[in-house]
């Protein structure tokens, strides 16, 4: 993909892909069940994975840019991570599965079907946003997606709660959120997982180990192996490598193939890296956090370029690559456009008041939604 000066972490800038890391990046799907389940993924698959990676990349592009040109003060982006995101949505079901995003995982969005304009107007706080203009934190349970919770751990226990619904109703459905690293450490967290594990429920927990926890690198803010967690609570569980889109997918369909069959939950360790700093405020700061060489080594592991190499060496015409991320780009910019367009209309001071999520002002369920 087109790399951005302005945009674009330095190793980021002049990419060129490891002939040693895309072996890795095949080598990592040979591993059986996982090749059988790339294997039944068709071109047109693979294509809407490069597409849903470049929308979700693009997306954190857009909203760099508006702290750039003053339109926002800060965002909160996923440089590096994509891959995480978009693997295991994909491997969900948008008409019946509900995901509770972290804000990094804003990708999740656009993939359930909220507009892309909706995703950039939850950075304006707009009365025609998806909450109203109450939160950045943004959702839309039509579209079966719960807004996170600022409290970084908090939203376990609501999915976990979601997946006993399902199964209290006797619905096939899945339930799934994202963990990071910092926030395996709450009470929250541990309290909704070992409900789950419990009472065997259809949820998905993805660790998401960006190696930091705002500012506190993993080794500072925890001891043991994360990689030990299905274990210690006696659930399924899977490793990936969450810069392999593919890899992703794989277990997460195993997860929710699992949960629909009853033999829920599961928990997912992805091992990332952010290419950035918390927020878009403190750059400066991570980088002084790890080494250089961190960013090095995974720099060269931009999930986005290890998969255009990956479909390349499939034999993929890197000119239809292109023309994606074309038209790609022009939805992306046309969305960020339709949100500036209502940038004025604040919600009335009255708003502030909760109401509840509603569509036509009728209290939204998770009945409303087909199963």
């Excluded at 490069?50 to 339109?71: A, E, F, S």
């Excluded at 440089?79 to 995101?85: H, K, N, R, S, Y």
Aim: hydrophobic share 40%.
């Amino acid at each position: 993909m087109k790399r951005y000066l302005a945009f674009d972490p330095p190793e980021y800038q002049d990419w060129k892909a490891d002939p040693e890391l895309v072996r890795a990046f095949e080598q990592t799907l040979a591993e059986p069940s996982r090749a059988a389940l790339v294997a039944e993924l068709s071109e047109d698959d693979l294509l809407a994975f490069y597409r849903d990676l470049l929308t979700t990349r693009l997306h954190d592009i857009g909203l760099k840019r508006w702290v750039r040109q003053g339109v926002i003060s800060k965002a909160w982006l996923a440089t590096g991570e994509e891959a995480v995101t978009v693997g295991s949505v994909r491997a969900l079901d948008p008409t019946r599965d509900i995901v509770s995003p972290m804000i990094r995982n804003a990708g999740a969005c656009h993939m359930m079907g909220m507009p892309v304009a909706d995703i950039f107007r939850g950075y304006l706080a707009t009365e025609d946003g998806p909450n109203g203009g109450r939160d950045l934190h943004i959702g839309a349970l039509a579209k079966g997606v719960i807004q996170p919770i600022s409290h970084m751990g908090t939203n376990v226990p609501v999915m976990a709660g979601v997946a006993l619904a399902f199964r209290n109703l006797g619905q096939k459905r899945v339930a799934l959120t994202w963990i990071g690293d910092g926030a395996t450490k709450t009470g929250e967290c541990h309290e909704g997982l070992n409900l789950a594990a419990v009472q065997r429920l259809p949820a998905i927990f993805i660790i998401q180990n960006n190696q930091v926890a705002l500012g506190t690198p993993l080794e500072q803010h925890g001891a043991g192996d994360l990689e030990a967690w299905p274990a210690m609570y006696g659930v399924r569980g899977w490793n990936c490598d969450g810069n392999n889109i593919l890899d992703v997918y794989a277990v997460t369909r195993m997860a929710a193939d699992a949960c629909r069959a009853g033999d829920g939950p599961a928990i997912i360790v992805a091992s990332t890296f952010r290419m950035g700093g918390h927020a878009t405020h403190d750059e400066r700061e991570a980088r002084e956090t790890f080494p250089p060489e961190l960013f090095e080594r995974w720099g060269r592991r931009d999930p986005v370029g290890l998969y255009e190499a990956y479909l390349e060496a499939r034999g993929v015409d890197p000119d239809e690559l292109r023309a994606i991320e074309e038209l790609v780009n022009d939805e992306v910019a046309a969305g960020a456009e339709e949100a500036l367009a209502s940038r004025d209309r604040q919600p009335a001071p009255e708003k502030a008041l909760y109401e509840g999520i509603s569509e036509g002002g009728t209290l939204l369920s998770l009945e409303r939604r087909p199963v």
